[in-house]
């Protein structure tokens, strides 16, 4: 679609029977979940702050919507409502039940909270790049936080903080799963400072991957990296960003680190006698042969959600979330989490069928980088254990609140220059 295509406005309306109340608390839980103030701030880590505005957020939407039904739910999030209700009712088959609450109740179910209360309480464009944007920039800021604070020149680049992010395998896959994000905002951005500060953030990022030494982040971010040459530079007509994305990549993999190369060589099976790179590649392997032996001896039920580490007394987790599901949740879970994502791409494929994505350039953008997005995770979920975690499940919620936006009634109006400029608060990239 060609670039040069006028930027039409897309209606706010003003008729909301909900809060908006719970949408500025789930900011405020984004805020905190992809920030992360807790990991930087002493003592702050103690409070548990993300459970107390998932609560507040919670309650908010049900005095602020009394005229909201869980039949307007889209199907997607009624599946992750099955997936959760499948996870508590074989809490009781778990090999340790204690394990299984904490990350049922306390793990998995902000994953619900997040795709129910977004739902039923965004239903603007705006409010949906806002929520972008917090994650693309927390996710860049962290990352840059994480190469000043804890860059050392041997040893493999981690998170700062002992929490989500502290494992250099989940700081790599995160940070590439998002890279896609961040090079919407730079196509997007109008200000030469904006342009400057994701310019930077896809340099830092993407030399952050390469600095964590992680198989598993690099795969990912090669493969949203190529989607998005093909969603951004071909099919979006821009050669400028063909160049500038393959010159982004070969900077970072010029300075990757000593030895990079041949830890990636394991991939294919090239390892050497005595590589720790080779122990940690048959490691794996042995994890994968595992996980796939308790999932054919407890297909249905699994071993109990977050049990496989004490099940097998390996005292480590899958190192693959589609394993990870089918062991510890049985090979149900995973047959619904395998249709949430397929949901989450048929979502995409709606959007770019309706008449707002034809005539709205941002709505391009983002639908693009939403599609690399699954596409890197998809490709990284197989060797990073995420089934548990939220990166995913708020994908799959933009992509409902995107084909929301894009069907709902009437929602292009006049295409005039001066309402333009105000729709869009805040702009995609700015």
């Known amino acids: 679609m060609a670039t040069a295509t006028a930027k039409i406005p897309i209606s706010e309306p003003v008729e909301n029977t909900r809060t908006s109340f719970a949408y500025r608390v789930m900011l405020v839980f984004s805020f905190l979940y992809y920030f992360r103030p807790g990991d930087v701030i002493p003592h702050l880590s103690s409070v548990p702050l993300a459970k107390?505005?998932?609560a507040v957020a919670v309650l908010a939407l049900i005095f602020g919507s009394k005229n909201q039904r869980i039949s307007k739910l889209p199907a997607e999030v009624k599946l992750i409502a099955v997936m959760f209700?499948?996870?508590?009712?074989?809490?009781?088959?778990?090999?340790?039940?204690m394990g299984s609450i904490n990350v049922v109740f306390f793990e998995f179910s902000k994953a619900l909270i997040i795709a129910v209360t977004l739902t039923l309480t965004v239903s603007r464009f705006s409010e949906l790049k806002l929520l972008v944007l917090m994650q693309a920039s927390?996710?860049?800021?962290m990352t840059f936080a994480s190469i000043i604070v804890n860059h050392r020149f041997s040893g493999r680049l981690a998170g700062i903080g002992d929490s989500l992010l502290s494992n250099p395998n989940d700081l790599a896959l995160n940070v590439a799963i998002n890279w896609p994000l961040c090079l919407a905002f730079f196509i997007g951005a109008k200000r030469a400072a904006a342009r400057v500060f994701w310019g930077v953030s896809l340099l830092a990022m993407a030399y952050a991957v390469l600095q964590?030494?992680?198989?598993?982040?690099?795969?990912?971010?090669?493969?949203?990296g190529v989607v998005?040459?093909?969603e951004f530079a071909i099919r979006g007509r821009r050669l400028h960003m063909l160049i500038a994305t393959v010159l982004c990549l070969l900077l970072a993999v010029g300075l990757s680190p000593n030895n990079y190369g041949k830890r990636l060589a394991t991939l294919v099976g090239h390892r050497e006698r005595g590589d720790k790179d080779r122990g940690s590649a048959e490691a794996r392997e042995n994890l994968?042969?595992?996980s796939l032996e308790v999932t054919a001896t407890h297909p249905f039920v699994g071993v109990g959600p977050g049990n496989f580490d004490s099940y097998t007394r390996t005292w480590r987790v899958t190192h693959n979330t589609y394993t990870e599901l089918s062991s510890e949740c049985g090979v149900p879970a995973l047959v619904m989490f395998l249709i949430l994502l397929r949901m989450a791409f048929r979502n995409v494929g709606r959007v770019r069928k309706s008449k707002l994505y034809d005539r709205n350039s941002e709505v391009r953008l983002l639908s693009s980088a939403l599609f690399a997005t699954l596409c890197a995770y998809l490709?990284?979920?197989f060797f990073s254990s995420t089934a548990y975690q939220l990166f995913s499940y708020y994908m799959v919620t933009y992509t409902i609140l995107l084909y929301k936006v894009a069907l709902a009634p009437n929602p292009v109006t006049a295409p005039a220059k001066k309402v333009v400029d105000r729709a869009y608060t805040p702009a995609l990239a700015d």
């Open 288 to 290: 994968l042969l595992d």
């Open 85 to 97: 209700v499948w996870m508590v009712l074989i809490i009781p088959f778990s090999s340790w039940r």
């Open 52 to 54: 107390i505005t998932g």
């Open 379 to 381: 490709l990284g979920a």
């Open 138 to 141: 927390g996710v860049a800021l």
């Open 228 to 230: 998005c040459l093909w």
């Open 212 to 224: 964590t030494y992680s198989r598993s982040g690099f795969l990912a971010l090669i493969l949203g």
